[in-house]
């Protein structure tokens, strides 16, 4: 599986809590913005000052926006690069069970804990990168990057599913495979489905 595209997957993931992230340092601005306004300055000095009281919160804001955007663009672009191919490789979906679990309990394990952190504190923050990155490399490592909340906003839902192949002329099934898919897999049984895989457990429907 592409690194990049991992990559991509893991921070995606973790848009509510970017979100988060940004209305809280926005909201620290504005409240010290109120308090250290001078009507007798210029807005420009004011503004300024506002700046440099609250550095730590518009780098946050700046890096996660920056993050956000372009993995945003990534995921879109390599998907329709997938898409785009005209002989993808297919395989038999012989069960597919819907997966409603995943999403809510990805959202309790990772990411309300991490919410915890003050996104206005250096020290907070350099913890909270710390943390972050020994999670990215275990998840991204192990490819536990298929929890996704820009795919959820883009249509997508998650079945665990048995998928059948030929292997060297014989059938072969992987069962309780993750399918990400648009399409409502329960009434696709014993159909092809044209994919890309996360090494043979992890599965994109691309149509």
């Given at each position: 599986?592409?690194?990049?595209?991992?990559?991509?997957?893991?921070?995606?993931?973790?848009?509510?809590?970017?979100?988060?992230?940004?209305?809280?340092?926005?909201?620290?601005?504005?409240?010290?913005?109120?308090?250290?306004?001078?009507?007798?300055?210029?807005?420009?000095?004011?503004?300024?000052?506002?700046?440099?009281?609250?550095?730590?919160?518009?780098?946050?804001?700046?890096?996660?926006?920056i993050?956000?955007?372009?993995?945003?663009?990534?995921?879109?672009?390599?998907?329709?690069?997938?898409?785009?191919?005209?002989?993808?490789?297919?395989?038999?979906?012989?069960?597919?069970?819907?997966?409603?679990?995943?999403?809510?309990?990805?959202?309790?394990?990772y990411?309300?804990?991490?919410?915890?952190?003050?996104?206005?504190?250096?020290?907070?923050?350099?913890?909270?990168?710390?943390?972050?990155?020994?999670?990215?490399?275990?998840?991204?490592?192990?490819?536990?990057?298929?929890?996704?909340?820009?795919l959820?906003?883009?249509?997508?839902?998650?079945?665990?599913?048995?998928?059948?192949?030929?292997?060297?002329?014989?059938?072969?099934?992987?069962?309780?495979?993750?399918?990400?898919?648009?399409?409502?897999l329960?009434?696709?049984?014993?159909?092809?489905?044209?994919?890309?895989?996360?090494?043979?457990?992890?599965?994109?429907?691309?149509?």
């Amino acid at each position: 599986m592409d690194k990049k595209f991992k990559w991509n997957m893991f921070i995606t993931s973790f848009m509510p809590l970017w979100i988060s992230m940004i209305i809280s340092d926005i909201w620290t601005i504005v409240e010290s913005g109120i308090k250290i306004w001078r009507d007798e300055e210029s807005i420009y000095f004011n503004i300024l000052n506002i700046c440099k009281e609250n550095l730590v919160c518009i780098v946050v804001i700046l890096i996660i926006g920056i993050l956000m955007l372009t993995s945003i663009i990534s995921i879109n672009s390599f998907l329709n690069d997938k898409k785009k191919n005209n002989q993808p490789p297919r395989i038999k979906i012989k069960k597919a069970v819907r997966a409603n679990k995943l999403s809510s309990e990805f959202l309790l394990a990772y990411i309300l804990p991490m919410i915890a952190f003050d996104f206005a504190e250096l020290k907070s923050v350099i913890l909270f990168v710390v943390y972050f990155g020994m999670l990215a490399f275990l998840c991204i490592r192990n490819s536990n990057v298929y929890t996704n909340i820009w795919l959820e906003i883009k249509g997508y839902r998650m079945y665990l599913c048995d998928l059948q192949t030929n292997v060297m002329g014989r059938a072969h099934t992987y069962e309780d495979c993750l399918v990400i898919s648009k399409n409502d897999l329960t009434v696709k049984i014993e159909n092809n489905m044209e994919y890309w895989d996360f090494d043979n457990y992890i599965y994109i429907d691309l149509r």
